[in-house]
C-alpha cells in the first residue's frame, strides 16, 4: 500500500474528503503508469511538513493533503505538505511546478523514510502527578507522530492501550497515557492549549487539537476549540 494510500486510510475516522489540493489522489494511487525514478540524494532532506491549512509559507506549488478536519467535517483544518531542511537556511516548502504528478507518491514515500530514521530522544517526566513523555525538541520533532515505529514505542514505554498525543507547534510532542483520570487530562490539555496560544513561541503552530493514537496511527481527536 503507498503511503498516500495509508495516510488516507489512517485519517477515515474524521474525514470525508480525499481529495488534495494540487493533485488528483485517484491518479496517484491507482495509475497503471511506471512512476519515475527519483533522485534519491536530492531529496535526502525531504520531510513530511504538518501546518494549519492557512500556513504562509504555502503557495500554489505546494503539495497540500488534508490531515484534520475541522469539528464540522467540512474544511481541512491540519494538513501534510512536504518541505526541505537547509539546515541552517531553515525550510521551505518543496516547489512541485516543474514535477509530473506521477512523482508526487515517490516524494512522499521518500519524505516518510526521511521522517521514519530521524532519530529523535525523548524523556519520560514526572508532569502533572503522572509520567508524561517528552520527545526532543527539533524542526521535525511533530512529523514524529507520522512514523508509526515511534508512535508504537511511546505507547510501549507508557504501558497503555492508547496515549493522548500533543503537537501544538513545531518542535513540540508531548505524550501521557488516554487512560488517565480526568483531573490529569485537563492538565494535560491545558498545557497543550497554553503552549498553542503562547505568544513567545518561535515555533509555528500545529493544531490546538489533542490526538489520540493507538497501535502508532492515529484513533481519535478531541477538539478543545470548535472553530
Do not use: W
Not at 26 to 31: D, G, N, R, W
Amino acid at each position: 500500500m503507498s503511503l498516500i494510500s495509508q495516510l488516507f486510510r489512517k485519517q477515515s475516522f474524521n474525514t470525508n474528503k480525499q481529495n488534495v489540493s494540487r493533485f488528483s489522489r485517484e491518479k496517484i494511487v491507482h495509475s497503471s503508469e511506471q512512476l519515475p525514478v527519483i533522485d534519491q540524494e536530492k531529496y535526502q532532506t525531504l520531510y513530511p511538513f504538518l501546518a494549519p491549512i492557512d500556513y504562509k509559507e504555502f503557495t500554489t506549488n505546494s503539495i497540500v493533503i488534508p490531515y484534520l478536519y475541522h469539528s464540522n467535517l467540512e474544511d481541512a483544518k491540519t494538513v501534510v505538505s512536504l518541505a526541505v531542511n537547509h539546515k541552517k537556511q531553515g525550510t521551505s516548502m518543496l516547489n512541485v511546478l516543474n514535477i509530473p504528478e506521477k512523482a508526487v507518491d515517490v516524494l512522499m514515500d521518500t519524505a516518510y523514510k526521511n521522517i521514519n530514521e530521524l532519530d529523535l530522544k525523548y524523556e519520560t517526566q514526572e508532569i502533572f502527578n503522572h509520567k508524561v513523555i517528552n520527545v526532543e525538541r527539533h524542526l521535525f520533532t511533530s512529523e514524529k507522530i507520522l512514523d508509526l515505529n515511534f508512535m508504537k514505542e511511546l505507547q510501549s514505554v507508557l504501558g497503555t492501550t492508547s496515549i493522548l498525543v500533543s503537537v501544538p507547534r513545531r518542535g513540540h510532542l508531548i505524550v501521557c497515557d488516554a487512560q488517565v483520570n480526568e483531573d490529569i487530562k485537563t492538565k494535560f490539555f491545558n498545557y497543550h492549549y497554553a503552549t498553542f496560544i503562547k505568544s513567545e513561541d518561535v515555533f509555528q503552530r500545529v493544531t490546538d487539537d489533542i490526538l489520540i493514537y493507538k497501535d502508532g496511527i492515529i484513533d481519535g481527536v478531541i477538539c478543545l476549540n470548535q472553530n
